[in-house]
Nanobody, 122 residues
Framework: QVHLVESGGGLVQAGGSLRLSCVAS????????MGWYRQYPGKERELVAD???????NYVDSVNGRFTISRDYAGRTLYLQMNSLKPEDTAVYYC????????????????WGQGTQVTVSS
């Protein structure tokens, strides 16, 4: 089991910055990939950025060059630095962690945080 808690959302003017954090607890040694997703009202949750255990990153085109995903060395805290924010970045942002514990039995699972609201005013 992994528990994820996000923080750092809020209201900011267009062009401003926010830094989201996600703290993982529980079986953190089994966490592999982590990522940030966002969800617009009435829409499916979509990938914003993700990062592997080795530090490889991937971004959706609309945030490339503006957002930076990172994680601490222990892999327990995930960050999303968001710069040059636009009104279309307004959404609920969710932290995601993939778990793979090799053993008897092997456990693979995906966990989500509760979400944090980001609102960008024009």
């Amino acid at each position: 089991q992994v528990h994820l808690v996000e923080s750092g959302g809020g209201l900011v003017q267009a062009g401003g910055s926010l830094r989201l954090s996600c703290v993982a607890s529980g079986e953190t040694k089994c966490i592999t990939d982590m990522g940030w997703y966002r969800q617009y009202p009435g829409k499916e949750r979509e990938l914003v950025a993700d990062i592997t255990k080795s530090g490889s990153t991937n971004y959706v085109d609309s945030v490339n060059g503006r957002f930076t995903i990172s994680r601490d060395y222990a892999g327990r805290t995930l960050y999303l630095q968001m710069n040059s924010l636009k009104p279309e970045d307004t959404a609920v942002y969710y932290c995601k962690a993939d778990l793979l514990c090799i053993g008897e039995p092997t456990i693979a699972a995906r966990y989500w945080g509760q979400g944090t609201q980001v609102t960008v005013s024009s």
